[in-house]
């Protein structure tokens, strides 16, 4: 069963930026398209970019020329650098493929300051 573990979260001042990953504990069909998911207290789980295996990217308008989604397939990791961050952008991040095929992770907590 392939694990999902999340990393890179933490506290951050607002304008700063945060590299978020992402591994697989075994192979993941590189034609999977694997996203980015975002969960804010009180807020239903969204998904915030995605990637597909010949590297297609797609962003919620939320996050749109803020944050970049890449992956290495290889490494079974995917990232997600995040830059220019607002307080709105605080939520813990979880990482799945677009069909939620994978039980989820713990997930990585990041909090923007104002």
């Known amino acids: 069963q392939v694990q999902l573990v999340e990393s890179g979260g933490g506290l951050v001042q607002a304008g700063g930026s945060l590299r978020l990953s992402c591994a697989a504990s075994r192979n993941i069909p590189s034609s999977n398209a694997m996203g980015w998911y975002r969960q804010a207290p009180g807020k239903q789980r969204e998904l915030v970019a995605d990637?597909?295996?010949?590297?297609?990217?797609d962003y919620a308008s939320s996050v749109k020329g803020r944050f970049i989604i890449s992956r290495d397939n290889g490494k079974n990791t995917v990232y997600l650098q995040m830059n220019s961050l607002k307080p709105e952008d605080t939520a813990v991040y979880y990482c799945?493929?677009?069909?939620?095929?994978?039980?989820w992770g713990k997930g990585t907590l990041v909090t923007v300051s104002s």
């Open positions: 990637i597909t295996s010949v590297g297609i990217t």
């Open positions: 799945n493929d677009l069909l939620l095929s994978y039980k």
